[in-house]
């Protein structure tokens, strides 16, 4: 692998430069996301995928979110541009894969694969813009990105919907396309030059992992390697109540947000009966553009008020998205089955814009200075704990009860979240009153 040429140009320069190819991978990156998005669909309806492969694949993917812990520890000891690209060939490229794929087994084993490394790319890409984007542009061009990203995933949405519906068996030609292009993503961000003065690699790893030393593993080493970083974020909670609680309130809305991850394929497909077309429409354009429109809006509300009341509203608002598919499994007969989806998904775009913006850089407003980084390593993290939770709930809810119950809970379980978060929100007011 080669390094990315040294720049010697003023900051601002490099910035601008930064800006503009930045922009461009997020274009691959929208095309990728439209694709990944209709993965656990592409399993039920394409594959008729058994239902406990499709809660398989999303217990991998969410739970894949703790590899970020140690993801951000070998990128500092090798350079996060050379494990982009490594990322990129084995978590992008290998959908060329997809052309032999002939069961719902294989393309399991493909998306394991795929969700190994997709951890991958949140240090790195945060890494690579830290370095070559001044603190003051950092989130306007994270807003600026996180639009040219879902409206190139709303519109790829619509081809990719007509392609599928036309031959479901497509998405073996659909998606090596898929990750060709997805694989620009890494390789732009690697080939990012390099500031003049940053010629050690990134430092600053999200937590402290032992390094082992070379030879034969001893296995309480390794042990120790491996819980510390978990050892350290309890020990952070300990310390920052305030910060332990916020986190609780993510904890509990993320459950529910998981609890629906494998039962809605299963719902629009075997319920709803809807078109690869219909549920590119939901769960990708509308979805996609909403958070895209609205994200501004949230971003100002979190600087003019404080993270926890984004949370209290977004949360109370996305519990109306379960709340709708309720009303759709309730009254089958009665409604429009694509206009269920509809609906569900614009309340979760409307909700989901003010948790996107709290979800990203909420937790810096509990960190002290100089730890924005740490504590945003352990809100990551977190989601892979609640990843291996939630879709086992949802599962087994639905075996035992059905998706009126599971959409239920869900809803309730977002109002949970809501209500907690209005309490911190008072403690926090009533502490500097």
């Not at 510390?228 to 974020?233: D, I, Q, R, V, Y």
């Not at 977002?414 to 978060?421: E, H």
């Amino acid at each position: 692998m080669t390094t990315s040429p040294a720049y010697a140009a003023p900051p601002d320069a490099l910035e601008r430069l930064t800006v503009r190819r930045y922009l461009l991978a997020m274009v691959a990156q929208g095309v990728w996301w439209s694709g990944y998005l209709l993965f656990p669909f592409v399993l039920a309806k394409s594959l008729a995928a058994p239902d406990w492969v499709v809660t398989l694949s999303a217990v991998m993917e969410t739970s894949g979110m703790l590899l970020a812990l140690y993801w951000g520890q070998l990128m500092d000891r090798g350079g996060r541009r050379r494990w982009l690209l490594r990322g990129g060939l084995g978590g992008r490229l290998v959908l060329v894969s997809a052309l032999e794929v002939s069961s719902a087994y294989g393309f399991l084993a493909l998306l394991a694969v795929v969700y190994f490394f997709a951890a991958m790319f949140y240090p790195a890409q945060n890494g690579i813009l830290q370095a070559n984007i001044g603190p003051t542009r950092r989130g306007s061009v994270f807003g600026r990105g996180a639009l040219v990203q879902h409206l190139t995933a709303a519109a790829t949405s619509l081809l990719l919907g007509r392609l599928l519906d036309g031959d479901p068996e497509r998405f073996r030609l659909v998606y090596p396309v898929v990750g060709a292009v997805g694989f620009l993503y890494p390789l732009i961000l690697a080939r990012l030059p390099r500031p003049d003065h940053d010629v050690t690699p990134d430092p600053g790893g999200i937590f402290t992992v032992p390094r082992l030393p070379l030879g034969p593993v001893a296995r309480r080493r390794l042990g120790r390697a491996l819980v510390t970083p978990f050892l350290e974020a309890i020990e952070t909670f300990r310390v920052d109540p305030h910060f332990r609680w916020y986190e609780a309130n993510f904890m509990i809305y993320g459950v529910a947000y998981m609890m629906l991850i494998p039962v809605l394929p299963l719902f629009f497909i075997h319920e709803l009966h809807l078109s690869y077309q219909e549920i590119s429409s939901a769960r990708v354009l509308i979805a996609s553009v909403g958070v895209a429109l609205f994200g501004p809006l949230m971003g100002r509300l979190m600087d003019r008020y404080h993270p926890v009341r984004l949370c209290t509203i977004s949360f109370a608002i996305v519990s109306l998205y379960p709340g709708a598919l309720y009303v759709g499994a309730r009254w089958m007969g009665g409604l429009d089955p694509a206009w269920t989806a509809y609906l569900a998904f614009g309340f979760y775009a409307l909700g989901m814009a003010g948790i996107n913006v709290t979800w990203n850089v909420g937790s810096i407003s509990f960190a002290p200075p100089g730890r924005g980084g740490y504590y945003q390593g352990i809100h990551v993290a977190m989601v892979g704990v609640r990843g291996a939770l939630g879709p086992v709930i949802g599962f087994l809810l639905l075996r035992w009860a059905g998706y009126r119950e599971v959409f239920l809970t869900a809803a309730v379980v977002f109002l949970a979240a809501s209500l907690s978060s209005r309490a911190l929100g008072r403690k926090l007011g009533g502490e500097k009153t």
